[in-house]
């Protein structure tokens, strides 16, 4: 029994390294012959220009080259070629064509702005504003509006206007200064209405913009007011300063009630009925400052005998240079 185990053990390994033998060599024939294969087919590949090569990568010259090679090529016997335009059956895709150098050049100079059509945009911006100065408005009416009233016929009545100069006090001094900074906000919002009209622009935004606006306003008035407190100081005309300086807060906050309900208009009105408004609210604003300077000329009036040269130098550097410098500017901007 152990006899015909050891032989049969001895026949399964002499079967077992002659199937090797059978097997293992045709292996490495086929082994051979792919990797033979495999190189002729890199060969191949690197005699001929890379089909895959981005020509608009490529200088002029370079490009122009491999695309009369591209049109030169003929069939060759490597399957994995691209072959030429003419010889490509109809479904292959056309070749890749450089862009043109005005794309480019478009494509450098900034990027790509994709503008809005939405006609609704900014709407409730400007409405949200709208809301901000009526409501201050009418709480400053609502707290303050014995004093408002008083203000308003001290624009016409030189008594009223000394009875509110001489009795300022804290309370009542800093109601009008708070009317005063209204007026900064509902002119710089007129300002920035008259300029999107004509569409003159600061970039900042609906918000941003209207603040600017304001800040010019109040930096405008500040300026004038410095000067004028020099002038109190190097001549001695301090009482008459003090007085033209609270006749023009007196004159900015009734300026201030009365565009409010133009500007609403300018916002909401037809179109047609837009610069109508525009230059309406506009008229409002001269026609008060004609009244302050006219106010201004009674409070002054001894000072244009006195001193002339002296009041028409003022007359000249702070009232008219200034308005002849925005008149040039918005007639520069307007079309």
């Keep these: 029994m152990y006899a015909y185990a050891g032989c049969f053990v001895s026949r399964f390994k002499d079967c077992t390294f002659t199937f090797g033998i059978y097997i293992s060599l045709p292996l490495r024939y086929l082994i051979i012959l792919c990797s033979l294969m495999c190189l002729s087919a890199s060969l191949f590949a690197q005699g001929e220009r890379n089909p895959f090569e981005l020509t608009a990568r490529l200088p002029a010259e370079t490009a122009g080259e491999s695309t009369d090679s591209v049109n030169r090529m003929e069939v060759s016997d490597n399957p994995f070629d691209l072959r030429p335009a003419g010889f490509a059956p109809s479904t292959s895709p056309a070749p890749a064509s450089a862009p043109g150098r005005g794309a480019t050049a478009d494509r450098q100079n900034g990027p790509l702005v994709i503008q809005t059509t939405d006609p609704n945009k900014g709407k409730g911006s400007i409405l949200a504003i709208h809301v901000m100065?009526?409501?201050?408005?009418?709480?400053?009416?609502?707290?303050?509006?014995?004093?408002?009233?008083?203000?308003?016929?001290?624009?016409?009545?030189?008594?009223?206007?000394?009875?509110?100069?001489?009795?300022?006090?804290?309370?009542?001094?800093?109601?009008?200064?708070?009317?005063?900074?209204?007026?900064?906000?509902?002119?710089?919002?007129?300002?920035?209405?008259?300029?999107?009209?004509?569409?003159?622009?600061?970039?900042?935004?609906?918000?941003?913009?209207?603040?600017?606006?304001?800040?010019?306003?109040?930096?405008?008035?500040?300026?004038?007011?410095?000067?004028?407190?020099?002038?109190?100081?190097?001549?001695?005309?301090?009482?008459?300063?003090?007085?033209?300086?609270?006749?023009?807060?007196?004159?900015?906050?009734?300026?201030?009630?009365?565009?409010?309900?133009?500007?609403?208009?300018?916002?909401?009105?037809?179109?047609?009925?837009?610069?109508?408004?525009?230059?309406?609210?506009?008229?409002?604003?001269?026609?008060?400052?004609?009244?302050?300077?006219?106010?201004?000329?009674?409070?002054?009036?001894?000072?244009?005998?006195?001193?002339?040269?002296?009041?028409?130098?003022?007359?000249?550097?702070?009232?008219?240079?200034?308005?002849l410098l925005v008149y040039y500017y918005v007639s520069g901007l307007l079309p």
């Design 133 to 323: 100065l009526l409501i201050t408005l009418s709480g400053l009416w609502l707290l303050f509006g014995d004093l408002l009233r008083q203000c308003f016929r001290a624009t016409m009545n030189d008594g009223i206007m000394n009875q509110l100069y001489t009795r300022r006090s804290g309370g009542e001094l800093g109601a009008l200064w708070t009317g005063y900074i209204y007026f900064f906000l509902a002119s710089g919002f007129f300002v920035y209405l008259f300029a999107t009209n004509f569409e003159i622009g600061l970039s900042y935004g609906i918000w941003g913009s209207w603040l600017t606006c304001s800040l010019v306003v109040a930096a405008a008035l500040g300026i004038k007011n410095i000067v004028l407190v020099l002038f109190s100081f190097l001549f001695p005309v301090r009482k008459e300063v003090s007085r033209y300086v609270f006749a023009l807060m007196i004159f900015a906050i009734l300026g201030g009630v009365l565009i409010s309900p133009v500007n609403l208009l300018i916002s909401y009105a037809p179109v047609e009925w837009r610069t109508t408004f525009l230059y309406c609210g506009a008229g409002i604003l001269v026609g008060i400052y004609c009244l302050h300077l006219m106010r201004g000329l009674f409070i002054g009036n001894r000072l244009f005998f006195s001193r002339p040269v002296h009041f028409l130098l003022y007359i000249c550097a702070v009232e008219l240079a200034p308005l």
